[in-house]
């Protein structure tokens, strides 16, 4: 059985589960820190991969991590605003990801990318004191990634705009998904990678 490897954000933590059980038939799961607890979603941790300067050393870091096929995501904690300006810059950003797929094929790995999900820009930065986000940055980073995957024919998984045709609440604080939306996402995300098994392109 393929080993899927899931490297993201808390939204990734919280689909996990449910895409774990929807696709245990032809993949075994495992994501990083799959047994660790995470105190601060909001953070870089031993859980969560961060932006994508964290996703990158990260796997730099594990040059004999085990896995088939590498779903990753990064772009929620590289828009963070703070005083000094954006976490990490779009130039930084491409850089990042260029970087982070020719590694992952270098040890003869596959690689998924999975978009960022959306914001509400008022109730985000409302609820979250400590940075500033704005779905604008969301789009543009989107965009990024999906001309950088596309040029070096990386499968894209757009859970963006899954997620904005979804007519249900959405948000249960500043960023996170109430528990429906979430097995909504591991569901689709499974119905893509199972996909793309089946064509043979992972």
Known sequence: ??????????????????????????????????????????????????????????????????YDVLLLNCGLHDIKTHETGIQITADEYEKNLKEIVELVRSRGKKIVWVMSTPLDDETHNRECTIFFRYNKDIVAYNEIADRVMKELGVPVIDLYSFTMSLDEPL???????????RKLHGAFIAGQVLALEQRGEI
């Open 1 to 66: 059985m393929k080993k899927l490897f899931v490297l993201g954000d808390s939204i990734s933590m919280h689909y996990g589960p449910f895409l774990a059980e929807y696709i245990k038939d032809v993949f075994e799961y495992d994501r990083k820190g799959k047994n660790k607890e995470c105190k601060d979603l909001n953070i870089a941790s031993q859980v969560n991969g961060g932006d994508s300067s964290n996703c990158l050393e990260y796997l730099q870091l594990l040059p004999n991590l085990e």
């Open 171 to 181: 948000y249960e604080d500043h960023v996170h998904f109430f528990e429906p939306v």
